[in-house]
């Protein structure tokens, strides 16, 4: 049940963006848990819809991301967008400051259509590199322009801030001690930019890519730090859930409880909102869910009626659509939807959703369930009630030998592209460099939890996430895969030299 608002967060300390030139990744804890772990309504007490108004709602968020790579004149840490603008002449790096503009312009589109009394609404899903870059290249103008939406009250029920994995790491091949890291990797960074009070409203979580694990043990751990972390929803894929009988999801645009069962038979679950379709970005470029959610009519839980949700994400930079067409677009909805007195079809954010439908009554417990895809699989040949890490082992190596095209390797938006096949010689260094740093860190910081404040801490820590990062099995081998070897040299040199 959510409580009233609090003021808890008015007497967290602030802490810096950075720490002796590293991003602020850890040592913050306690004071991120405490803030993360409110009960108290985000969206509740600010929201000017009315749910008995409105027949159905639509969503779209805007994935940004810029990878760090080792790429300086003297082989620093830059950002990518940074490397785009110092070489303009590569491939579509002169498209570096149109980058840069669109993942500044929300700062404007927001306040400009408010003041025309318009009720836009938009989710941002910012990854920890991206925003540590934007400050490396001195591009205090986008981030000032960022804060504006993000810290200024007229425009907190417009915009919603979705968490993510701090260095767009994919979360199926992330070593499962990593996922946590992550997480509040990016909580701690996001709160020392915009705030705890920003953060205390980050209730949403976007995975790098819509990428979902699903083998038990993974998703289990996933779902578990994202919960530990505060989030109360995961958005994910179509194509990456089933029911729990194996099936394709009915009915999309409803939230769903996503559970999880490992494989000593522990279960957890999250609410689930569903991204429909396919990662074209046109969808979110032309607005798409805005016309389908016109076609659409409330719908029943558990005898409560709500408006259908649809919801869909893009990346927000990339392609000639985001770049030209989604502006006008994007405008176009607010206005055409201005003079209807927020009835009817509306724009709304996933948390503002889901707090509006629960205060009608409905029962998170009560979402139709779904477990991740490929699951059914499993446990109709492993009691799910007495289950074990070696039943299961097996019955996931029998169905491999038994279709092909069976694996555990997790689903997300581009399933005709493999994040593991022919990337061992990424992912034998991703993992060799993350055991190395938990076998050599973890000892010491079971005994001194202070650890985490430490600079050489944040420094391996930086260097195990960035080597995670997706980009550098997304691009193929040559000049993306020789970035992770260097990152992998440069965080064995870390653990060698300071621990």
């Known amino acids: 049940m959510l409580s009233a608002p609090s003021s808890s967060t008015e007497t967290t300390p602030d802490f810096p963006e950075l720490v002796d030139g590293l991003p602020n990744l850890s040592g913050w804890e306690s004071q991120v848990l405490n803030v993360t772990q409110q009960s108290k309504a985000v969206f509740l007490p600010k929201t000017n819809l009315q749910l008995e108004n409105v027949t159905a ?24 967008l940074q490397y785009m603008f110092e070489h303009q002449g590569e491939g579509d790096n002169h498209n570096a400051g149109v980058f840069a503009w669109c993942y500044s312009r929300m700062g404007e589109f927001i306040p400009e259509l ?16 991206l925003l540590w870059g934007l400050r490396q290249m001195g591009r205090d103008d986008v981030l000032n322009s960022l804060k504006r939406i993000a810290c200024d009250p007229t425009y907190q029920p417009y915009v919603e801030w979705l968490g993510t994995m701090w260095s767009h790491a994919v979360a199926p091949s992330t070593p499962i001690p990593d996922l946590k890291l992550h997480i509040q990797a990016w909580q701690h960074h996001f709160a020392a930019i915009f705030g705890w009070d920003a953060l205390a409203r980050v209730k949403g979580f976007s995975p790098p890519e819509m990428h979902l694990p699903n083998h038990p043990d993974t998703l289990y751990e996933f779902v578990k730090a994202l919960k530990e972390c505060g989030y109360r929803w995961i958005l994910v894929q179509e194509h990456s859930v089933e029911t729990l009988t ?27 909102l569903i991204k429909t379709q396919g990662s074209d970005t046109k969808l979110v470029g032309q607005m798409q869910p805005y016309y389908e959610a016109k076609t659409l009519n409330r719908q029943t839980i558990s005898g409560v009626s709500i408006p259908p949700l649809v919801s869909q994400i893009g990346d927000g930079e ?4 985001m770049m030209n067409e989604f502006p006008n677009a994007f405008k176009t909805a607010w206005y055409d939807l201005r003079g209807q007195g927020n009835r009817g079809t509306v724009g709304m954010n996933g948390t503002e959703y889901l707090e509006l439908i629960e205060a009608t009554g409905c029962n998170p417990d009560d979402y139709p369930t779904c477990q991740a895809v490929g699951q059914h699989h499993i446990w109709s040949r492993v009691d799910s009630d007495r289950p ?22 997790g689903s997300s938006w581009t399933n005709n592209l493999s994040w593991v096949k022919g990337y061992e010689n990424v992912l034998t ?11 050599a860190i973890d000892p010491l910081l079971a005994a001194d939890p202070s650890l985490t404040q430490q600079t050489r801490y944040r420094n391996a820590l930086l260097h195990n996430l960035l080597l995670q990062t997706s980009c550098f099995r997304y691009w193929g081998q040559g000049a993306w895969t020789e970035y992770a070897r260097e990152l992998h040299r440069r965080g064995e040199a870390i653990l060698t030299h300071d621990f």
Request: aromatic share 4%; net charge negative.
């Open 57 to 80: 709602g639509f969503a779209i968020a805007l994935h940004m991301h810029q990878p760090t790579i080792p790429a300086g004149a003297n082989g620093e840490l830059i950002s990518n």
């Open 114 to 129: 408010v003041s025309q009394g318009c009720n836009p609404r938009v989710m941002l899903d910012y990854s920890g590199n």
């Open 246 to 272: 194996g099936e394709s999801l009915g009915y999309k645009h409803i939230p769903h409880r996503l559970v999880a069962r490992n494989s000593h038979g522990e279960t957890i679950s999250i609410t689930a």
């Open 318 to 321: 990339n392609g000639g659509v």
């Open 388 to 409: 074990t890490p070696e039943l299961v082992a097996q019955t996931i190596n029998a169905l491999k030998q038994e279709n092909p095209n069976f694996h555990m390797d």
């Open 429 to 439: 260094p991703m993992t060799e460099l993350s055991a190395r740093f938990h076998q």
